[in-house]
């Protein structure tokens, strides 16, 4: 599917994705759905009368395709590493891949090189697999792809074809799509490009969708993924263009409430009730000592009581930033930490408090603000 810089999606995946092994520094998830995927295929083979041998040859042949995946989503990820671009991890899904980066290239150039290295892996992936039956004297047309057993070369090359040309698409959220906002943008500012691409990708979905429902239904599933992508794509690319210039001070809230380490569960659960904020900074002579998210006051309450004290449960490792700090770097390492908060310090003193519900209140006023204001909103 290609690299994915959204706030949220990728940790929502890590929980049902363990880590498998890392290359090249990059964590690489198997989503559990994926596995549910190799036994539904499997049982398919089986069940279909195929026998034993055909469908262990049908798991494995999925299981190298999607080592073809995996192969795609580290070339995007490698090509923006030279670029200063971080992967998080790479997630792979019954539907694909997914890399989760911090960001993607603002440059054209760069961005461009970072969608072609996907496809591109594919090809020469192809092309060794070709260039590999060729010399084996072995079948090269696309009829081979119906052999199963002694197979399995040539169809992971079509298979590899497929998925660069496929990804190639002029759509969000494949490669193609951002083959095509790129080459916009050098004509264009990115906010355009991005609408063009978005509105270009959905009217293709359209006529996929169009298409499937006289056709072949699998091409409505593909255009209902292709017009959420470019959503997605569309509405990332806005909230980025909102956060541009907008320091930690211009978003964070001014008014909440501290605690101490020495308060009891009880008080935090009656500042809790008293007031609409979740998570609380536990402060103590000045210093931050820690956080305490709701998440955590709520299990601690039903399994030790009100009279207990804070400190035992409170968040130690929390997210902090310096008032001038890019307000985009800090939810950088919120999604990585998946923090629910961040504390602004400044010598030392807590000075304000950054929570994702405070940010889309930014967003909503820079919406309404004329061009010439100064960006940020303050609780």
């Known amino acids: 599917m290609g690299p994915r810089s959204s706030e949220r999606v990728g940790a929502r995946l890590s929980w049902w994705a363990p ?50 995946v995996v192969l795609h989503e580290l070339s995007h990820a490698l090509v923006g590493r030279r670029f200063g671009v971080r992967t998080r991890d ?116 359209v006529v996929f969708g169009v298409v499937g ?37 211009g978003a964070m809230m001014h008014d909440f409430r501290e605690l101490t380490p020495s308060m009891t569960l009880g008080d935090a659960a009656a500042f809790a009730l008293d007031g609409w904020q979740r998570d609380f900074p536990v402060v103590e002579d000045g210093v931050v ?16 009581g009100r009279a207990n004290y804070i400190a035992p449960i409170m968040d130690h490792e929390v997210v902090t930033a310096s008032p001038a700090e890019a307000l985009e770097d800090v939810l950088s390492r919120m999604r990585d930490r998946q923090a629910s908060a961040a504390l602004v310090v400044d010598d030392g003193g807590l000075v304000g408090m950054i929570t994702p519900e405070n940010v889309l209140d930014v967003v909503e006023l820079s919406r309404l603000r004329p061009a010439s204001s100064s960006p940020g909103a303050r609780r």
């Not at 036994?39 to 395709?65: K, P, Q, S």
């Open 19 to 68: 880590q498998v092994l890392r290359i090249a520094g990059i964590p690489i998830r198997i989503h559990a759905t994926f596995l549910l995927l190799l036994v539904w295929i499997g049982a398919l083979h089986w069940f279909a009368g195929d026998g034993a041998t055909a469908a262990v040859e049908a798991v494995l042949l999925m299981c190298l395709v999607f080592a073809a």
């Open 213 to 249: 429902l006289v056709a072949n239904p699998l091409l409505v599933l593909i255009a209902l993924f292709i017009w959420i992508g470019a959503a997605e794509e569309a509405r990332q690319t806005e909230l980025s263009g909102a956060l541009a210039g907008i320091s930690a001070s």
């Open 90 to 205: 790479i997630i792979l899904l019954p539907i694909g891949g997914v890399a989760s980066m911090d960001h993607l290239p603002q440059r054209p150039a760069q961005e461009l090189l970072v969608a072609l290295a996907g496809p591109a892996t594919n090809l020469v992936l192809a092309g060794l697999l070709f260039g590999a039956t060729a010399l084996r004297g072995g079948a090269m047309s696309i009829e081979a792809l119906g052999l199963v057993r002694g197979g399995l070369v040539i169809q992971l090359a079509w298979i590899n074809v497929s998925l660069a040309v496929f990804n190639l698409l002029p759509a969000f959220p494949m490669d193609g799509g951002r083959v095509f906002r790129a080459l916009l943008a050098t004509m264009m500012n990115r906010d355009r490009a991005t609408r063009i691409a978005a509105r270009t990708g959905q009217g293709l979905a």
């Open 289 to 304: 000592r820690g956080l305490l998210t709701r998440s955590a006051l709520l299990r601690a309450l039903a399994h030790e």
